[in-house]
């Protein structure tokens, strides 16, 4: 049997390539901790897989690495709707809004107009 000389860990092979990749996935799971979209707490996971393809003559093994990352998803943005008509009679999704539009509020601000998406044909 071989003396092992410069014993490493298989991680280490493919030129560092499998620490590289590790590294590149936790910096993504680092900066979607930092994202405020989502929830602080939930849990993230990198997966690494090494797959051997081993050849007939059980000489050579292709390894394959792979890391794949589970991220936090983004947090719903939570609206009210309304459905309303415009006057040619198609059909209007308006967002609510807590003041009436153009009110002044207490700080001397106007509330604006919402935002408004036309949706379906006329005639509804």
Do not use: H, W
């Not at 410069?6 to 030129?15: F, I, P, T």
């Not at 979209?37 to 007939?56: E, G, M, S, V």
Request: charged share 25%; glycine share 6%.
């Amino acid at each position: 049997m071989p003396q092992i000389v410069n014993k490493k860990s298989v991680l280490e092979m493919a030129m560092g390539a499998i620490a590289e990749i590790t590294d590149y996935e936790v910096e993504r799971v680092v900066a979607n901790i930092m994202d405020p979209n989502t929830a602080a707490t939930a849990k993230r996971k990198i997966t690494i897989t090494l797959t051997f393809a081993p050849d007939d003559y059980r000489q050579q093994i292709g390894m394959d690495a792979q890391a794949k990352t589970t991220l936090a998803p983004i947090q719903p943005v939570r609206t009210s709707l309304c459905i309303t008509k415009a006057r040619d009679g198609s059909l209007l999704l308006a967002e609510m809004t807590p003041q009436v539009p153009g009110q002044v509020d207490m700080d001397g601000d106007e509330a604006p107009v919402p935002a408004m998406a036309r949706v379906g044909r006329a005639g509804y």
